[in-house]
């Protein structure tokens, strides 16, 4: 007989509704058809096998699978439980014809029958809802995840024959229920990391508080055991809490990725990703045959570390550019082109020069005449003149390092990113996409940045005496702009430009010169 029943499909972050029909005929050989790719085609082989290792039977006619709408392309081993379900109604050992149309059914099967996780629980319940769906019978490992969504009910099993069961009798399993709203305001603020742990970097760790609070991209600069790992770690832990609507689209680009710890729900905080620099172009922008979402994306809404900057490939730093611009990756295939959002703030490291003891106070640098300037041209343009706070780092001396002196905490110093935050989501409440002071527009930066004619002497003899480019001009009105709304000032003081003249460091003629 024929059977319908429905699947779900993932593209980019969102999930599309797949209806599966299932048919036993006369003839001979089963069948999928509706685009599916390989690893759907070999769903036959695992359904055969989870089917007759409980005590049930595969038809010995002909067997028919098709997915619709035909003209997308089906991918991946999640489709496995509906087909085995379906193939279990078809061919007349279940009688569920009318619950079927309630459910949304999805998860890869082994071959005894258990049920392995699946990518997407997430977008795929929030389609299910949207579209008036009973339930969502999904992997329990995913049940949690996928029961964020209110107004639905969330079936988490563990074999297929806990599904069938379910089907036979629904009240053998109980809805997974989460209360989201209170795990996510419980854990927003238990981090591993704590800025109180660093010791001394009083200057640093306030430049690390103007790039929080205006949303700047920064890179540290030092030589090796400086801290700046340790520092720039310590980033998300005083940026402003995620709002609800930022955790959910982080979590829908996690749930997509299959990147989502077992029994998750809601992320509560800013993600923190640290891409090794053999990372592919694939992997740090998105990309594959099913297009899935990079480093760049599961960083949405939270900080992208590259650390050791020059060791990166320029091509694959190159390939960051476009959607650093726009704050959204595209990634175009055959018949589709998806987006993937990438809005993140960039913080990365590098040593001074090969050796690592350019600059340094103490220590004699060894590079040969000219390594230094080589090593700060294996950094990408493009992406250098992205960057607003450049930060030296040193490090701190031994006495300071085993002293007993206690350090100001993350949380304090949040108090004050978020302050600074509030004046500036006042600033742009009538720019749409722009929340904070590195996202403002070269003719905005005119409008907003305005300094009286002290600070105008002080930046044009600053610009003079260091040599700085031009491209810095912009990048310190934008940042003095920050560092004024972090001291609650209405108008850029010549203090707050002075300030800004110091993040400057890789503009300077001076460095490598
Ligand atoms: N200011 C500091 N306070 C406390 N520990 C520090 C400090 N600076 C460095 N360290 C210690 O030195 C280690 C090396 O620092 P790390 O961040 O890896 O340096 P870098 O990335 O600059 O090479 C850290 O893990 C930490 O244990
Ligand atoms: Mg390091």
Redesign the pocket.
């Known amino acids: 007989m024929l059977v319908k029943l429905f699947g779900s499909a993932v593209y980019g972050v969102e999930a599309i509704t797949i209806t599966i029909e299932v048919n036993v005929l006369a003839g001979s050989n089963y069948y999928i058809v509706g685009l599916p790719d390989n690893a759907v085609k070999e769903s036959l082989q695992r359904v055969e096998s989870a089917v007759k290792s409980n005590g049930l039977l595969m038809p010995r006619t002909k067997l028919v699978v098709n997915m619709a709408p035909a003209d997308l392309r089906k991918s991946g081993a999640a489709f496995d439980l509906p087909i085995a379900i379906g193939t279990i109604a078809a061919s007349e050992q279940l009688d569920a014809v009318a619950l079927l149309e309630d459910y949304i059914i999805m998860g890869e099967l082994n071959l005894d029958g258990t049920i392995q996780p699946i990518k997407g629980a997430l977008p795929i319940a929030i389609t299910a809802r949207k579209e008036n769906f009973k339930g969502l019978i999904v992997p329990a490992a995913n049940a949690r995840e996928a029961a964020m969504v209110n107004n639905i009910h969330v079936y988490g099993v563990n074999h297929i024959t806990e599904v069938i069961e379910f089907l036979r009798n629904p009240s053998s399993l109980q809805p997974t229920t989460v209360d989201t709203r209170d795990e996510f305001y419980h854990s927003q603020y238990d981090f591993e990391f704590d800025f109180s742990?660093?010791?001394?970097?009083h200057n640093i760790k306030r430049a690390l508080e103007i790039a929080a609070a205006g949303g700047h991209n920064a890179i540290l600069i030092?030589p090796?055991?400086?801290?700046?790992?340790?520092?720039a770690k310590r980033l998300p832990t005083i940026l402003p809490p995620l709002t609800l609507h930022e955790a959910l689209e982080t979590t829908k680009i996690h749930s997509v990725a299959g990147k989502l710890p077992e029994n998750a729900t809601l992320i509560s905080k800013r993600p923190f990703r640290s891409p090794h620099h053999t990372v592919s172009d694939a992997a740090l922008v998105g990309g594959g045959g099913v297009p899935q979402p990079g480093e760049i994306s599961l960083a949405h809404n939270g900080v992208l570390f590259l650390d050791e900057l020059p060791e990166f490939k320029r091509t694959v730093l190159e390939v960051m550019r476009q959607p650093m611009e726009e704050r959204k990756v595209t990634i175009s295939r055959a018949k589709v082109a998806l987006d993937f959002p990438s809005s993140f703030m960039l913080i990365a490291?590098m040593n001074p020069c090969p050796c690592g003891f350019y600059n340094h106070p103490e220590k004699e640098c060894t590079c040969p005449p000219g390594a230094v300037q080589k090593y700060l041209n294996k950094i990408s343009g493009p992406l250098l003149d992205r960057i607003d706070l450049h930060v030296e780092?040193t490090?701190?001396p031994f006495s300071e390092?085993s002293g007993k002196k206690t350090e100001e905490g993350s949380a304090s110093i949040r108090e004050r990113v978020i302050q600074a935050r509030e004046i500036q989501a006042k600033r742009y409440q009538q720019q749409p996409g722009v929340y904070a002071n590195a996202q403002m527009s070269s003719k905005q930066l005119k409008d907003i940045c305005v300094i009286d004619h002290v600070g105008a002497n002080l930046l044009k003899a600053a610009m003079d005496k260091l040599n700085l480019s031009a491209r810095a001009y912009d990048r310190i009105l934008k940042v003095s702009r920050t560092i004024a709304d972090l001291a609650g000032s209405e108008n850029i003081k010549p203090e707050h430009l002075a300030e800004a003249i110091q993040y400057r460091s890789l503009d300077r003629e001076g460095w490598a010169g």
Do not use: E, R
């Not at 742990?197 to 970097?201: L, N």
């Open positions: 742990d660093v010791k001394g970097q030092g090796p055991g400086a801290g700046k790992t340790m520092l490291s780092v490090p701190v390092l």
